[in-house]
């Protein structure tokens, strides 16, 4: 079982669209971050949401932490081709032990020219 | 480039064999954790170490271990590899060992194929 549920999958949109990514649990999550991961490369930190219902804006990227900390929204708005990657969501479980991230399965974004 | 680095990059190995990975965290980060992303199971936390001390521990098999040096530096040691081994290990740094902006950072990775 999945405690950090993306959707979609995947995505395959033109450029200039917007997009929506979701990452969905039922259980509460200390902070959640958002990550970007390109083939064969490791994953690179876009965002840290801490407080319920925390927006955070990176330029074309919206980031929101759900107001009981289970869920997170990535939303990009007039995609580009150069935002193709792999989006994971993460985060450490309110009860950890430790700095265990635990991760979504990932949302794969193609975005065609 | 995050400042964490990893070798070697790729490493093909035989079934049975034994291999180590290192990884150097980011300058002034004391935690260091590794990760195993595979394509069923997406990336899995594997370990914790803090300033040489280990923190916490994932679904770790017992073919495998780690530890963490003097230097902060960390190494994975993978034994009896069998053909399910075949992953992408990444280690991650970060500053404390918890806390709302513990941030992780990743390494490159290194690509262990088991043959």
């Known amino acids: 079982t999945q405690l950090l549920e993306q959707s979609p999958q995947f995505l395959s949109i033109q450029e200039g669209e917007n997009l929506t990514v979701y990452c969905n649990s039922s259980s509460v999550f200390s902070s959640l971050q958002w990550y970007r991961q390109e083939p064969g490369e490791g994953p690179v930190l876009l965002v840290t949401?801490?407080?319920?219902?925390e927006v955070k804006k990176l330029k074309r990227l919206t980031f929101q932490f759900g107001d009981a900390r289970k869920d997170s929204s990535l939303h990009i708005t007039a995609a580009q081709p150069g935002d193709t990657g792999l989006y994971l969501c993460?985060?450490?479980?309110?009860?950890?032990?430790?700095?265990?991230?635990?991760f979504g399965q990932g949302t794969e974004l193609s975005v065609k020219p | 480039d995050s400042g964490v680095t990893q070798t070697p990059k790729h490493l093909i190995t035989a079934t049975g064999q034994r291999v180590t990975l290192r990884c150097s965290p980011r300058?002034?980060?004391?935690?260091v954790y590794w990760y195993q992303q595979s394509l069923d199971q997406g990336l899995q936390f594997l370990i914790q170490?803090?300033?040489?001390?280990?923190?916490a521990k994932g679904n770790i098999l017992e073919r495998f271990s780690a530890q963490q040096f003097p230097d902060l530096h960390s190494e994975l040691n993978l034994s009896s590899l069998e053909l399910g081994d075949s992953a992408l290990y990444f280690c991650?740094?970060?500053?404390?060992?918890?806390?709302?902006?513990?941030?992780?950072?990743f390494g490159p990775g290194t690509r262990l194929t088991v043959l």
């Open positions: 949401v801490v407080t319920g219902g």
């Open positions: 991650a740094s970060s500053v404390a060992s918890v806390g709302l902006y513990n941030e992780q950072f």
């Open positions: 993460a985060g450490p479980l309110i009860y950890n032990q430790g700095g265990k991230l635990i």
């Open positions: 300058s002034g980060d004391l935690s």
């Open positions: 170490y803090y300033n040489g001390e280990e923190r």
